[in-house]
């Protein structure tokens, strides 16, 4: 089993609809949670950090739940420009290493 | 300001030759990280360089990996004795020391014949 597990999608969504997606991590011991984005044949970009309080920023919001390991994105109002790989990203505790989720994919269509 | 840079940005070699590639991580940078991503899969993560400290090879993924860092600024990744499954896009990144943001740079595509 992967450390951090995602549903490979693709999403195809249209303009304007919600999409959530979700993340599994199988380390106890993370201490850090973030979701980047990447687009085709780009390096991946920092989209948000995840709190445990959760947080949002404009249409997108994200949540942690400690309990049962998993990371949430919403993307609300969805954008052509959303289309991209989500990437869930894990950093452990007491050290640097980070390790990232093999992405899910979101095309949104017009 | 200039953001973290990989060169060559594409590099197709012959099984069995060495290689090596560059990354100028962000100016006052202190964290550097390799990573690989083979088509269609995810970041996976090879050594992590902190400051003066020993670095992280807990990703190498055979003993043909290498990578050093000098004056803490640039990083060298070496392949020696090249394999097809090598293939991959090699993307670094840097970050500060109290900040958890990883910038990437834009990768070097490594092809193997």
């Known amino acids: 089993r992967k450390e951090v597990e995602q549903d490979p999608g693709p999403f195809n969504v249209p303009e304007g609809a919600t999409v959530a997606f979700n993340c599994t991590y199988s380390n106890s011991a993370s201490q850090s949670f973030f979701w980047y984005r990447q687009d085709c044949r780009k390096e991946p970009k920092l989209l948000m950090s995840?709190?445990?309080s959760g947080n949002e920023d404009g249409r997108f919001t994200a949540q942690l739940n400690r309990a049962s390991q998993y990371i949430s994105l919403l993307i609300r109002d969805s954008k052509l420009s959303d289309s991209a790989t989500y990437l869930c990203v894990v950093k452990r505790t007491g050290g640097f290493k980070t390790i990232f989720g093999a992405g899910t994919r979101l095309f949104v269509k017009a | 300001g200039a953001g973290v840079s990989q060169s060559p940005s594409n590099k197709v070699t012959e099984k069995g030759k060495d290689v090596e590639l560059r990354c100028d991580p962000i100016s006052g940078h202190t964290a550097l990280y390799w990573y690989r991503q083979s088509l269609g899969q995810g970041l996976e993560f090879l050594i992590y360089f902190q400051g003066n400290s020993a670095p992280d090879k807990s990703g190498l993924p055979s003993d043909r990996f290498s990578a050093e860092r000098t004056g803490g600024s640039v990083s060298t990744l070496t392949i020696q004795r090249t394999q097809q499954e090598d293939s991959a896009v090699y993307l670094c990144a840097s970050s500060t020391d109290n900040t958890d943001t990883q910038y990437f740079g834009p990768g070097t595509r490594l092809t193997v014949l």
């Open positions: 995840v709190y445990s």
